[in-house]
């Protein structure tokens, strides 16, 4: 009926001017074969710039996730009353400032203080290594840091209470020193100090350029 009748120009026109397109592509080639790889390289440009940003994100968020959830850092910088910007005495920060925060600041977790000591040279016996960041931390450091030990243990409360000369070695450090796998119960020498080795931690490769392993 009606309906029919009333369709049929509709196919008509578009058939129509699907014909007048192919014959305008097949005049003017090389216009449409421009134009086609604009649009080509268009898309494919916003597709790489969208995965390139997807790819950054994913990365940071990973690099941000090795250092610990949730982890906020105090540093003191000793050097602040030399370029003028402080007035009086600048006291460090000390165990006791540790101590205030885990007993007055209810909303933290962990909390534990770090001493870094540069990189030093580590060595066993005949075994030596070079570059290794030292740094003498507090027992809470390895859950505020999401450090996982993987032979011996971590610090306990009581290797604070005596001040005991322990050390955990990071995973590189352990497999060069000792290729046996035998560190934990064995002696390091750091700086001419004995350090006994109490543990060592699983690997975790580099974050932000660092190698977390050399530790």
Not at 128 to 144: N, R, T, Y
Not at 151 to 161: K, N, W
Not at 186 to 202: A, F, M, N, P
Request: aromatic fraction near 6%; charge should be negative.
């Amino acid at each position: 009926g009606r309906g029919g009748r009333a369709g049929e120009p509709v196919s008509v026109n578009v058939v129509a001017s699907f014909t007048v397109a192919l014959r305008m592509l097949a005049a003017n080639k090389v216009r449409s074969a421009l134009t086609m790889l604009g649009i080509i390289i268009g898309v494919m440009s916003v597709t790489v710039t969208v995965e390139m940003v997807e790819g950054f994100r994913s990365f940071m968020a990973e690099q941000f996730a090795s250092l610990g959830s949730d982890v906020l850092m105090v540093f003191y910088d000793p050097g602040r009353r030399g370029r003028g910007e402080g007035r009086g005495p600048i006291e460090a920060l000390t165990t006791a400032d540790a101590e205030a925060l885990r007993n007055e600041c209810t909303l933290l977790e962990y909390v534990s203080g770090e001493l870094a000591q540069g990189t030093v040279t580590i060595s066993h016996l005949d075994q030596e290594i070079d570059g290794v960041e030292f740094a003498g931390v507090e027992e809470p450091f390895f859950e505020l840091r999401g450090l996982k030990v993987e032979r011996g243990r971590g610090f306990e409360a009581s290797d604070m209470a005596t001040w005991a000369n322990h050390i955990v070695l990071g995973s590189e450090v352990a497999d060069k020193l000792f290729p046996k796998g035998d560190a934990v119960g064995s002696d390091v020498l750091v700086q001419g100090r004995t350090l006994r080795v109490i543990g060592t931690l699983e690997k975790r490769g580099a974050s932000f350029g660092q190698n977390q392993d050399k530790v």
